[in-house]
């Protein structure tokens, strides 16, 4: 019997589906991902309201979707939703891939995707050797601060004390949304000059979520942050109508559309929050280190060049 490699994966939303995508490629699985994301879209659409739920209830739809006797189907599971008002959501269990017809695949070796809600953190207590999560949370949890600012994913594995862990960054996915700049007109000379260098010289408030604290931190580096207070946005409000209170902040931007209707203008792009590959090296095999080449590639502008 061949050797199944455990991985850990979002159970939910894009990250996952950028997974499902490597998979796609990589493992030539295209309607087993397809199948999944058209499942947990449908799920995410019954549960915003924007589709109408006129059919079986939740555990009847759960009972339809999972395969339970075939670990070659998905599974799929239900996850709490805290949110007032908000059911349970349908999200993404786990599935084996077989890695049968891939060249130089070990004989009858396997894959398991197993979704977990922060699989980074799995990967740092020894659950898994391989898993995807977003880079954010490495930032958020490991990466050192410096006085000199992180700009890139490349150089998160620097910043990582592998006294603190041994998980390190393979590669990225390359679905790529940054943590932007965004200030008020009134706030800065021009459109231009909202960058790092315009922060070194600044001093008053700067708005962000709670959360991203440590991450702005490492992002602009700890000198670029003297004179600089956070400001957090009041409880039920929009981020980016607290940062046009504040007049400048960071903000995680898909399109800036949004900040547009604030009346914000868009600096500079600081850090790409983009779902990553990690490997806990601790926790390496040969299957091991074969299923992180095969998902790894060699063609990806965002691949990093991991020491070994």
């Keep these: 019997m061949g050797e199944t490699i455990p991985i850990a ?3 939910k939303g894009r990250p996952l589906e950028s ?14 991902a397809d199948d999944i994301t058209s499942t947990l879209r449908h799920e995410k659409a019954l549960t915003k309201g924007t589709l109408d739920a006129d059919e079986a209830d939740v555990y009847h739809r759960l009972a339809d979707y999972s395969t339970v006797d075939d670990p ?7 996850l709490r939703d805290d949110r007032a008002g908000k059911p349970r959501r349908i999200v993404f269990d786990s599935v ?19 979704g977990r809600e922060e699989p ?17 949370l490495v930032l958020e949890e490991v990466v050192e601060l410096r006085p000199e600012p992180l700009g890139r994913i490349a150089d998160v594995n620097a910043r990582i004390d592998p006294s603190d862990t041994d998980v390190q960054v393979v590669t990225g996915l390359g679905d790529t949304v940054y943590h932007t700049l965004l200030a008020t007109p009134e706030a800065v000379p021009s459109a231009e000059s909202i960058d790092r260098d315009f922060l070194e010289a600044y001093e008053g408030p700067l708005c962000i979520e709670p959360r991203y ?8 580096g700890t000198r670029t942050l003297d004179g600089i207070d956070f400001h957090y946005p009041e409880e039920g409000r929009e981020e980016e109508a607290a940062i046009a209170d504040a007049g400048l902040g960071v903000y995680l931007t898909v399109t800036g559309s949004t900040a547009r209707d604030h009346g914000l203008l868009l600096g500079e ?25 095969l998902l790894n590639g060699t063609d990806l502008e965002t691949e990093l060049a991991v020491g070994r």
Excluded at 19 to 32: H, I
Excluded at 213 to 220: G, K
């Design 120 to 136: 980074f953190r799995s990967l740092r207590t020894h659950e898994f050797a391989l898993g995807f999560d977003s880079a954010d």
């Design 213 to 220: 604290e440590r991450l702005v931190q490492a992002v602009l």
């Design 269 to 293: 792009q600081l850090f790409p929050s983009e779902t990553v590959l990690l490997e806990n090296t601790a926790e390496t095999t040969e299957t091991i280190e074969f299923v992180r080449s």
């Design 9 to 11: 994966v979002p159970r």
């Design 72 to 78: 070659t189907e998905p599974e799929y599971t239900l």
């Design 19 to 32: 997974v499902l995508d490597r998979l796609a490629e990589r493992l030539d699985v295209p309607d087993l």
């Design 96 to 114: 084996t891939v077989p890695l049968e017809g891939i060249v130089d695949a070990p004989d009858d070796a396997a894959v398991q995707l197993v």
